[in-house]
């Protein structure tokens, strides 16, 4: 990704916008730091087995909510049995801002009120298949922040897992919302670029994404 050349921010969808370059080093350098916290546990990031059997190819840990196919809960019974870390506010603040500067308006955050995250991180060979983020009971828009290494990030409709469908670059630093009609879009990540991302935000290789959502639960 040449940083000299700017990438504007682009729609893919009624509801999705890609924002390059949103997080400034220090963000970055700051999620990398936290995200290496949270790794650590008391739930550690873990390959997510999946009902059929399979093993996911990235690994993630959860905050406020443990996601476990296909539900959200408080302990992490797939893994250690014990509580996931806390949402943290900044976290919240972040997503505000996001959906503040994706709208264009400064009031267009105040409300939104995530209450987890996930956080994903993928080695070179790691992916993503297409999904659908269904298991929240809100349509409240879906934040996801990008560290590291660029990947392909294939946005598609709320219909089926093909075509049509965009496939968008994620570089370190980028935003990406997705809300309204497109809330329910499957989406994917089918490639990584190894070696692209910059060492400097404390990330030596590989992807880190974050999304922010909000569960309706309680
Ligand atoms: O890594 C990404 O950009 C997407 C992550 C994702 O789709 C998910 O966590 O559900």
């Given at each position: 990704?040449?940083?000299?050349?700017?990438?504007?921010?682009?729609?893919?969808?009624?509801?999705?916008?890609?924002?390059?370059?949103?997080?400034?080093?220090?963000?970055?350098?700051?999620?990398?730091?936290?995200?290496?916290?949270?790794?650590g546990?008391?739930?550690?990031?873990?390959?997510?087995?999946?009902?059929?059997?399979?093993?996911?190819?990235?690994?993630?840990?959860?905050?406020?909510?443990?996601?476990?196919?296909?539900?959200?809960?408080?302990?992490?019974?797939?893994?250690?049995g014990?509580?996931?870390?806390?949402?943290?506010?900044?976290l919240?603040?972040?997503?505000r801002?996001a959906?503040?500067?994706?709208?264009?308006?400064?009031?267009?955050?105040?409300?939104?009120?995530?209450?987890?995250?996930?956080?994903?991180?993928?080695?070179?060979?790691?992916?993503?298949?297409?999904?659908?983020?269904?298991?929240?009971?809100?349509?409240?828009?879906?934040?996801?922040?990008?560290?590291?290494?660029?990947?392909?990030?294939?946005?598609?409709?709320?219909?089926?897992?093909?075509?049509?469908?965009?496939?968008?670059?994620?570089?370190?630093?980028?935003l990406?919302?997705?809300?309204?009609?497109?809330?329910?879009?499957?989406?994917?990540?089918?490639?990584?670029?190894?070696?692209?991302?910059?060492?400097?935000?404390?990330?030596?290789?590989?992807?880190?994404?974050i999304?922010?959502?909000?569960?309706?639960?309680?």
């Open positions: 990704m040449n940083a000299l050349i700017p990438r504007p921010r682009t729609r893919p969808a009624p509801g999705a916008v890609h924002v390059p370059g949103w997080l400034s080093a220090e963000e970055q350098r700051h999620l990398v730091r936290a995200c290496r916290e949270w790794a546990g008391p739930v550690p990031i873990r390959h997510t087995r999946l009902p059929r059997g399979g093993v996911m190819s990235v690994r993630t840990v959860c905050l406020g909510w443990h996601w476990q196919p296909y539900r959200y809960t408080r302990t992490a019974d797939d893994v250690n014990g509580r996931v870390a806390e949402f943290p506010g900044w919240g603040d972040l997503g801002r959906l503040a500067d994706e709208y264009e308006d400064p009031r267009a955050g105040e409300t939104y009120a995530p209450d987890t995250a996930l956080v994903n991180f993928y080695d070179g060979q790691a992916r993503m298949g297409m999904h659908q983020d269904k298991d929240e009971r809100t349509g409240d828009p879906v934040v996801s922040l990008s560290i590291g290494d660029t990947c392909v990030f294939r946005f598609g409709n709320t219909e089926t897992r093909g075509r049509p469908y965009t496939d968008v670059e994620l570089a370190s630093g980028d990406f919302v997705f809300g309204g009609p497109s809330r329910f879009a499957y989406h994917g990540v089918p490639k990584v670029l190894p070696g692209t991302g910059d060492p400097a935000t404390g990330l030596a290789s590989g992807r880190l994404n999304t922010l959502r909000v569960t309706g639960l309680t």
